[in-house]
């Protein structure tokens, strides 16, 4: 005889949820209308924060910065980076979301993958290395100035947190680094792959161990290849060697073995200077500014005005939430009455409120943000219409 089931709990807690991702996940767009090696350096940019970042990403005429902050919070975004071209030049805007804070950056000037790729004799294609986070570095941002050590937090929240304890060594293929000069005031993009070659052996014997295709014809005997060469590592003594912890990427790349570390650049470079901070996303209060220097009394006229605008959009959506509880009471009335009336009567799909009838709709669309087609690209876009007018002035600051 079977025994009793007990039946276990069917509505288990719904209030516990699974961990968020903590990891930092980052927009990259242009804004207004820029030109075509502007819209080169976007799609560059987001290869340096692949794998966080939305590589496919669209920007159509209709789309507004509104529109991305929207999708930001579904999809778990934290950072915005907004490249942006007027009259003066190129403007980068780092912000934070939701509320803030937002650096503004005046690129000076900056250099594509594809120059790089043409300029380096022995240039090293990326594969793989994108699927991992890189590792970040700062250079010459030990300054006790309160901009400084804000503009430093606000890059090492773009780039996951490293754990040595538990970090794997396969993970780190890419570097980037952030460099203050504190001389000139601009802070330098570099981005680099991290590349393990061997030591203690000569050039021929490398060529032998990767397996290439040599032609040996004009040489007697293997030796004579070999002793072409002096017996010496192309490491200097000034060059970091290295003893691997873990088993790496790579032929021969196993654990306690010893190998020497390069890094190959790959782009872009970007020279940026720091021109204005705000304490809210894309707005709100100005913190520090590069050539406009303001008393305590403009200061606090500013901040007075800020205020009433806050109080002035509270007020605004208390009343249209108002609207909506009165246009949702006026419908059930209206369905109540009609049913007294006529039992047997369905209701009318005109009648059936829905907040796009009362607001004009925003276009937020998921799947009109992200396009999955690996065919078009950037230069198929539409040209984008300026964000706000609020957007123009902080450019052209």
């Not at 924060?49 to 159509?60: D, G, H, Q, S």
């Not at 805007?93 to 790089?116: A, Q, S, W």
């Not at 007020?315 to 009455?337: F, G």
């Not at 992200?370 to 198929?380: K, L, R, W």
Request: charged share 35%; proline share 3%.
């Amino acid at each position: 005889m079977g025994h009793v089931r007990k039946k276990k709990r069917t509505n288990k807690n719904t209030k516990e949820e699974a961990p968020k991702d903590k990891t930092p996940k980052s927009f990259v767009l242009k804004t207004g209308n820029v030109g075509h090696s502007v819209q080169r350096l976007v799609r560059d940019v987001r290869k340096i924060m692949e794998p966080n970042t939305a590589v496919k990403l669209k920007e159509r005429k209709s789309n507004k910065l509104k529109d991305f902050v929207a999708m930001s919070g579904p999809l778990g975004v934290s950072h915005m980076m907004l490249f942006s071209q007027t009259d003066r030049g190129t403007n980068l805007r780092i912000g934070r979301l939701p509320r803030g804070p937002t650096l503004v950056f005046k690129i000076k000037e900056y250099t594509l993958r594809k120059d790089i790729a043409a300029a380096t004799k022995k240039y090293k294609s990326p594969g793989s290395e994108f699927l991992t986070a890189p590792l970040l570095v700062l250079n010459n941002f030990s300054n006790d100035n309160k901009d400084m050590k804000l503009m430093t937090s606000m890059l090492q929240s773009m780039f996951p947190q490293l754990n040595i304890s538990n970090m794997n060594l396969k993970d780190t293929r890419r570097v980037v680094l952030f460099n203050y000069n504190s001389e000139t005031g601009l802070v330098e993009l570099r981005h680099y792959l991290i590349t393990l070659k061997m030591v203690g052996v000569s050039k021929s014997v490398k060529k032998i161990l990767s397996f290439q295709n040599m032609d040996l014809s004009k040489f007697g005997d293997i030796s004579e290849f070999i002793a072409q060469e002096a017996y010496a590592s192309e490491m200097s003594d000034n060059e970091d060697v290295v003893q691997l912890a873990q088993n790496y990427v790579g032929r021969n790349n196993s654990k306690s073995e010893k190998r020497g570390v390069y890094l190959t650049e790959i782009g872009p470079r970007i020279s940026m200077e720091l021109v204005k901070i705000q304490t809210g996303f894309c707005g709100g209060e100005v913190l520090f500014h590069k050539y406009v220097q303001k008393s305590a009394e403009e200061i606090a006229d500013q901040k007075k005005k800020m205020d009433i605008k806050k109080k002035e959009k509270e007020a605004r959506k208390k009343e249209q939430m108002a609207n909506i509880v009165k246009k949702k009471q006026e419908q059930e009335e209206r369905r109540k009455k009609r049913k007294l009336e006529n039992p047997e009567a369905e209701d009318s799909e005109e009648e059936i409120f829905e907040e796009e009838d009362y607001y004009e709709s925003d276009y937020n669309e998921e799947d009109e943000l992200f396009d999955a087609s690996e065919g078009e690209g950037d230069d198929d876009a539409s040209e984008g219409e300026d964000d706000e007018s609020e957007d123009d002035k902080e450019d052209s600051d």
